[in-house]
């Protein structure tokens, strides 16, 4: 597509497989009330979720999460999905009719995370149900990369310990990215990558596994064709196939473009 080879990669997470401090995950139900952006405008609430996760509140399109940590953002990564194919939320105000959406995720000045989720390609936020996973930087190797400018160079990465801007993380430009995890005992033959659009605003993120062991991630706006890419943060995650059955992960997979699983691993309880 485009001349990549893009992999969609995924993670099956269940709560009873704590080992230690695993992934923290669930999904964002959302009611729509009204059109309004007030937190009234939603009725929220958590589905599946595990125990260290609390939804704090939110209004149109925003959802705030707290992971318990004095600062969940220096703490670990945080990536999520849209949980429906599509929506449509005319009956309670709206006027777009059905839509499809993307997630994006970002920050506050407490240190805890809140999910965004926009219209795709309008670009509006919207509500829609979304599930999210969020990793501790002391069980997985992950990273939160940010910049100081809107479409500036990477100017700060936040992550687990090893984690180094410019060998780890390495901005190529233009919206694109290579994660290079080697040196701390993790490349693409022994798991995925997972990311995710770190800025409230219509970014996805992508990643390509590549045959040196390394990743390229790319930023995407949703409302662009073809190979156009946005300088802005993204976070990622690595998920070891290896690390099926701890760290409350059940699965891991990777789906090629062409429709072949190449990486996949799934948990068996005896």
Known sequence: ??????????????????????????????????????????????????????LAGGNRGDYDLDFGRSNDVLAGALVAAVAERSRDNSAQGDAMGAFFATSAHDRTTAGRYYLSLFN???????????????????????????NETNGGATTELIGSPGMELGEQWVDLGGGRYAVDLRA???????????????????NFALSAANADGTFT????????????????????????????????????ARVNSDGVTRRKSAYSPA
């Open 1 to 54: 597509m485009h001349g990549h080879r893009w992999m969609a990669a995924a993670i099956g997470v269940a709560a009873p497989l704590l080992a230690r401090d695993g992934a923290e995950f669930g999904t964002v139900k959302v009611v729509q009330l009204d059109a309004g952006n007030r937190a009234d405008s939603v009725d929220l609430s958590l589905d599946g979720a595990t125990s260290g996760v609390v």
């Open 120 to 146: 795709s390609p309008d670009a509006g936020e919207v509500n829609i149900d979304t599930s999210f996973g969020w990793f501790p930087f002391e069980s997985f190797r992950g990273g939160l990369a940010l």
């Open 184 to 202: 701390l005992g993790a490349d693409a033959s022994r798991g995925v990558l997972l990311t995710h659009g770190a800025k409230n605003e219509d």
């Open 217 to 252: 991630v790319f930023v995407h706006d949703n409302g662009a064709q073809g190979q156009s890419y946005e300088a802005d943060p993204a976070s990622f995650v690595f998920v070891p196939a290896a690390g099926v059955g701890s760290d409350r992960i059940a699965a891991v």
